[in-house]
C-alpha cells in the first residue's frame, strides 16, 4: 500500500510560478512510476506528466511540455511539479499518482488533490 499526499495549491497571478509536492509513504521501490494529472470543473482528468523513479526519465503532455517540470528528492520520497508561466487554463485540482510498474499508463494509487486558481 502507498499513500500519496500533494501540497503546495494555491491562487496565482498568470504569469506566475507555482511549485507542488507529492509525497509517497509505504511500500514504494525505485520501480515506481510516478505522474502528476489535473482535472478542471466539468473536464475529464487530463494527463500532465509523469517520471520514472529509476533513472529520474520524465514526460510531458503537450499542453505543459516546456512550463512544468517534474523532479523528485530520492532521500524524501517525494516528487515535484514546477510550474512556471502559468496561465488561466492551467485551474485544477492537481493529483499525484503511482504505480509499482515501471511501464504502463494506468497508476494505482491517488493522492486527495490540491487546488491550482490561476488568476488572470
Known sequence: QVQLVE??????????SL????AAAGRTTSNYRMGWFRQ???????FVG??????GTTWYADSVKGRFII????????????????????????????DPAAWGT???YWGQ??????SS
Open 7 to 16: 501540497s503546495g495549491g494555491g491562487l496565482v497571478q498568470a504569469g506566475g
Open 19 to 22: 511549485r507542488l509536492s507529492c
Open 40 to 46: 478542471a470543473p466539468g473536464k475529464e482528468r487530463e
Open 50 to 55: 509523469g517520471i520514472r523513479w529509476s533513472g
Open 71 to 98: 523532479s523528485r528528492d530520492n532521500a524524501k520520497n517525494t516528487m515535484y511539479l514546477q510550474m512556471n508561466s502559468l496561465k488561466p487554463e492551467d485551474t485544477a485540482v492537481y493529483y499525484c499518482a503511482a
Open 106 to 108: 494506468g497508476y494505482g
Open 113 to 118: 488533490g490540491t487546488q491550482v486558481t490561476v
